[in-house]
């Protein structure tokens, strides 16, 4: 049986310490810098919050968190495959490298899942690594027909 906890204010700082960890998956690295600073000050704001949620596993030996799933509700305007408009994203699932494949995140992403679906949420979206994408895809995740498109802003 893993242990997961529903996170909160103080594990804001090892929840970026990790998210640097997806970033390196990703995109190969991720500098620590002023990103970092605020997206902790972001989640000791609204964890716990009615609309945001992280699951964690600590590590066994003690020590800080080993491995989390971030995610956060948004409200669309509803529509006919999605009558309440309740929409989850899923931020950040990653595992420090010297514990994985000990099921933690899958224990973190099926803790998430519940509690979208205890909150309502219709759809829950994500991006997937290359690593990421197994584990996903055995929690229901499927590929989308959409094509994902994004504009930054040209500040």
């Given at each position: 049986?893993?242990?997961?906890?529903?996170?909160?204010?103080?594990?804001?700082?090892?929840?970026?310490?990790?998210?640097?960890?997806?970033?390196?998956?990703?995109?190969?690295?991720?500098?620590?810098?002023?990103?970092?600073?605020?997206?902790?000050?972001?989640?000791?704001?609204?964890?716990?919050?009615?609309?945001?949620?992280?699951?964690?596993?600590?590590?066994?030996?003690?020590g800080g968190i080993a491995a989390c799933a971030v995610g956060e509700i948004?409200?669309?305007?509803?529509?006919?495959?999605?009558?309440?408009?309740?929409?989850?994203?899923?931020?950040n699932v990653a595992t420090l490298e010297d514990h994985r494949r000990r099921g933690y995140s899958r224990a973190c992403m099926e803790a998430l899942l519940r509690w979208f679906d205890e909150e309502g949420v219709g759809a829950v979206d994500l991006r997937a690594s290359p690593d990421g994408e197994k584990l996903y895809t055995a929690l229901g995740f499927r590929r989308t027909e959409h094509p994902h498109m994004r504009r930054h802003s040209p500040r």
């Open positions: 049986m893993i242990d997961v906890r529903r996170a909160g204010p103080d594990d804001a700082d090892e929840l970026m310490t990790l998210r640097t960890v997806l970033m390196g998956a990703l995109w190969g690295s991720a500098d620590a810098g002023a990103w970092m600073t605020s997206g902790a000050d972001l989640l000791r704001a609204r964890l716990p919050g009615s609309r945001m949620a992280a699951f964690v596993v600590d590590r066994p030996a003690g948004d409200q669309r305007l509803p529509g006919p495959r999605d009558p309440t408009g309740l929409r989850g994203y899923i931020y």
